[in-house]
């Protein structure tokens, strides 16, 4: 079983609709990380979050630590939103030391 | 600020032969860190330098080394090249203010650089 585990793996809806990406992970953790993969690769990190919720723009991103649950999720879903979604959480050992979820590919239509 | 910059982009090698790639991370930052995506295996890290001094390693072989400049900016090597080797190889920065690390990072990441190997 990975160390983190993200659903769905594909994800299409239309333009508007409210969307939820899930990460479920086993380690024991300080922050999970949430990071947006473009066509073309580069890496833009969304949201660090250690407890609670953070909110920027329609983005959210809310952390459960009893649960090693995180979600994130988009609001009023537009076609520039399609990327590559990949939660992330620090091995032990070091903070950089990420291992990362297998990436959910969010397709917005319009 | 400038973001992170990566160099080359773009690469091909063949097999046998070896490569380096080059890193300078956000102005400040002192920590870079190397990452290697492949459509079979995803994200990996690879290993993370701080101080000039390696701080992290992934389970990668030996083949794959790096180092970190007086003024941060980071290099990784790889020798005897293998067709597994085809990747994007990524490098993030962070401030890490203190040698032990926050555990609560944000990472910057550069554009990338595409390793064919043929």
């Known amino acids: 079983k990975n160390e983190v585990e993200q659903s769905p793996q594909n994800l299409t809806a239309q333009e508007g609709e409210f969307i939820t990406i899930n990460c479920s992970y086993s380690v024991g953790i300080s922050a999970l990380h949430w990071l947006q993969q473009h066509p073309g690769g580069g890496i833009v990190s969304l949201f660090m979050?250690?407890?609670g919720k953070k909110k920027h723009g329609r983005l959210i991103a809310t952390i459960n630590i009893q649960e090693k649950h995180s979600s994130l999720h988009i609001t009023a879903s537009h076609p520039r939103d399609s990327a590559v979604y990949i939660c992330?959480?620090?091995?032990?050992?070091?903070?950089?030391?990420?291992?990362f979820g297998q990436g959910t590919r969010l397709t917005i239509n319009p | 600020k400038a973001g992170v910059t990566q160099t080359p982009r773009y690469l091909i090698k063949t097999r046998g032969q070896q490569v380096t790639l080059s890193c300078s991370p956000i102005s400040g930052h002192r920590s870079v860190s190397w990452y290697q995506q492949t459509p079979g295996q995803g994200l990996q890290f690879l290993f993370e330098y701080f101080s000039e001094t390696q701080r992290n390693k992934g389970n990668f072989p030996g083949r794959f080394s790096g180092r970190q400049f007086s003024n941060s900016r980071s290099e990784m090597n790889v020798s005897t090249l293998e067709l597994g080797d085809s990747a994007l190889y990524l490098c993030?920065?962070?401030?890490?203010?203190?040698?032990?690390?926050?555990?609560?990072?944000?990472?910057?990441f550069g554009p990338g650089t595409r390793l064919l190997v043929l």
């Open positions: 992330a959480v620090p091995r032990e050992g070091g903070a950089q030391k990420l291992v």
């Open positions: 993030a920065s962070s401030p890490s203010k203190t040698s032990g690390g926050s555990g609560q990072e944000t990472q910057y």
């Open positions: 979050l250690s407890s």
